[in-house]
């Protein structure tokens, strides 16, 4: 079992930054990658960046690449997205996932723990 806590989140105008954490504890030594994903209500659970817990490997949604950068911290248990050039369209419920399997890095239903979310909205 995996606990995964995520902060960060707030308001921020357009062109701003934010960096949301993600804290994750219990039987951290089995993730194989963990997520953020991001949703607005009235619209579907979509993928935003992905990072392998062993190695190097970074992967991230068309429409952040660029802007957002997804890093860990493994002795601190920690995923961080740093979100730079904000958008009103990045409004939204952010949440943190990890996955003990999975063969794709994007497909929500690969993820088995998930956290609360952090809310991040963006001002025009």
């Known amino acids: 079992q995996v606990q995964l806590v995520e902060s960060g989140g707030g308001l921020v105008q357009a062109g701003g930054s934010l960096r949301l954490s993600c804290v994750a504890s219990?039987?951290?030594?089995?993730?194989?990658?963990m997520g953020w994903f991001r949703q607005a209500p009235g619209k579907e659970r979509e993928f935003v960046a992905a990072?392998?817990?062993?190695?190097?490997?970074?992967y991230y949604a068309d429409s952040v690449k660029g802007r957002f950068t997804i890093s860990k911290d493994k002795a601190k248990n920690t995923v961080y997205l740093q979100m730079n050039s904000l958008q009103p369209e990045d409004t939204a419920a952010y949440y943190c996932?990890?996955?003990?399997?999975?063969?794709?890095?994007?497909?929500?239903?690969?993820?088995?723990?998930w956290g609360q979310g952090t809310q991040v909205t963006v001002s025009s």
């Open positions: 219990g039987r951290t030594f089995s993730i194989y990658r």
């Open positions: 996932a990890a996955t003990y399997f999975g063969r794709t890095s994007s497909n929500p239903r690969q993820y088995e723990y």
């Open positions: 990072i392998n817990w062993s190695g190097s490997s970074t």
